[in-house]
């Protein structure tokens, strides 16, 4: 519906109430027209804080809405697998998808670009480049072509660098490493790592028999469910492969252009506030986790320097020929690339020093 | 006007519509009823991304609502003084500010707690604390005594640590030094500093004179706009005082309880949005501001370890004398400690090391 025919039908629905006043209730609800849209999440409803970003951009918008403009929120398979949601988003088959660019890589490298790519941008510094940088406006340049309009719509932080059965220190110690990692696992390869895929559900019992050396997941809160410290105890960071994923929520364009202009604010408003709730959340629930998960047995390990200097050769070598491949992941990427050049000149002054102090008077137990 | 009312007085305007059917108009309008509120900002325009904070409420409320709830955004000074703004919203002469808490620590050091205080959370930090660690129900609490509810609304990141005519290594260089500076004074005349009390206006020419021989404002590009580097070169990090200031939105209570739910939430959310894309602009304009800074003769000098470590002792000794003075600063500061000591446990680990990398990357050129 244009703006134009939902004021249009609005004050004809008004017009008939002068017959009966007892149609003042539907009369009301025209200025927040009805509106009941279906998302089709990514993720599994385990993973609460990343799933849980879903249920609060339909929350903030049903609120705000007076429960006009609602938002079904389903878990990943309930009504569309897990990665074929951007499909389902197109078609119109649901009008949003709740789900991370870099599961629709094979389509094109550009999403991941736009969610987390190695050495990538953290969390901060992805919100800035899309609020403020013109990542809104890039992306969804890229998005028109799969029938989308898409908004930031969570970050998990920086992850982890996953569960090894063994100390690793070497890029010898690479060779023949069986990893279940995601898009990084191209990268990884030029590093001798042989890259596995696994649903979530499989890999604590292929690390327990051995059929995979190690597997990246996502953070202490959301790994800690699954008990990896059992079978795999070394926990390696930081995830260089996600500083700082963006998740977004993806719109079909037709729907997403029938709905009345506040709507359009509002979701955009709502996912806006969602990726500060998701950051927050993660940032609350992770440090308690760390601490079972170091209680329970995990050992702590940072990757050597060696392993951090060669992958990111490797990744840059990947980007050189990706740049090449595809047009969109080279004007998004250099974009991003630009910015994050300045950006991490930055936040070494103020930020890195004032957390810095801190973290040392936390390791001294001062505070 | 309380939920009930509203859909009350909403249906007996639609009711009277039967009457005369060209009052379509305004019976749309009331799903969506007419508000108009006025808020009293405490920053003057210049500071285009704090003051900007208040514009990018007001639009995100307005735009989905269609515009029917407006918020006409007030300068510091045009309608309220700046440090009065919370007297205004008690009283209900504007319905709400856009300020932080630590311009009425004179009202009761608790006001600081809630924004920043030395050597307390990030602007992640803070922003986790208030959504997910109990922040908002106790900040409400206090707020409540003011007849205001409050919610976060902007972050300014990590500030820097001021401008200063020499350079400062130890304490002994702080011994009778004068320097505009705001609740942090308090602990630094514990170092022998002399704090100053300057409207941002006259900091140029103190500095120039000598009359004062440092002055801290917020960070690279606000403090740009005033060009301190011609007159007091050394720029030092961090801002200990202020790692990651909330700014907040206050609103008078007995205005917000008239609100229909939909309005409320809606304040929240776009409060939510509007501190992620804050934080996103001071994060995407201060690196700029910073190289021009650099290149127009400021000369970045971290504060010395002696001079960190003696500003922590000399904030922890204040905050155990205010703990008890003020039981409402130590309920709070009690709560923010408690996760401030997990937080930066946590974030030294994949957060910092993954930037650690990005940043040694942009020493060595690399990015």
């Not at 279940?180 to 292929?206: C, D, S, W």
């Not at 079978?231 to 997403?256: C, M, Q, S």
Request: proline content about 5%; aromatic content about 14%.
């Amino acid at each position: 519906m244009k703006r134009r025919e939902f004021f249009k039908s609005a004050t004809a629905i008004t017009a008939s109430a002068a017959a009966a006043t007892t149609l003042a209730a539907p009369a009301l609800a025209q200025s927040n027209p009805k509106v009941s849209w279906r998302l089709a999440s990514s993720f599994p409803k385990g993973l609460d804080t990343i799933y849980g970003g879903g249920e609060t951009l339909a929350k903030y918008v049903s609120e705000a809405t007076d429960g006009n403009f609602t938002i079904d929120v389903f878990a990943a398979g309930e009504i569309v697998p897990p990665f074929e949601v951007v499909d389902a988003v197109s078609a119109g088959t649901v009008e949003l998808a709740h789900t991370v660019g870099y599961y629709f890589s094979g389509k094109d490298v550009a999403w991941a670009a736009l969610s987390a790519i190695p050495f990538s941008l953290n969390a901060r510094g992805m919100s800035a480049w899309y609020y403020h940088g013109g990542g809104l406006d890039l992306t969804n340049e890229f998005f028109a072509g799969y029938n989308i309009v898409g908004f930031p719509c969570g970050n998990t932080a920086a992850q982890m660098g996953g569960w090894f059965r063994k100390e690793i220190n070497t890029i010898a110690d690479l060779q023949g490493l069986k990893m279940r990692v995601g898009f990084a696992g191209a990268i990884m390869t030029k590093l001798g790592v042989i890259p596995q895929t696994l649903p979530g559900g499989e890999i604590y019992n292929a690390l327990e028999k051995g059929t995979i050396d190690a597997a990246e997941w996502v953070g202490p809160y959301d790994d800690e469910k699954l008990g990896f410290q059992k079978v795999a105890p070394y926990y390696y960071y930081p995830g260089w492969w996600e500083g700082g994923p963006t998740v977004h929520a993806l719109i079909n364009r037709d729907k997403f252009n029938e709905l009345p202009p506040a709507y359009q604010s509002l979701l955009k408003t709502a996912a806006q506030a969602t990726s500060n709730d998701m950051l927050a959340k993660y940032d609350y629930v992770n440090p308690t986790a760390l601490k079972k998960l170091v209680a329970a047995g995990a050992q702590l390990r940072p990757f050597s320097p060696e392993i951090m200097e060669a992958s990111f050769k490797a990744a840059n070598e990947t980007y050189a020929e990706l740049e090449t491949s595809s047009p969109a992941f080279k004007k998004i990427w250099d974009s991003i690339k630009a910015f994050r050049k300045d950006y991490y000149l930055w936040t070494q002054v103020a930020e890195l020093n004032y957390d810095a102090f801190l973290q040392a008077q936390q390791r001294n137990n001062a505070l």
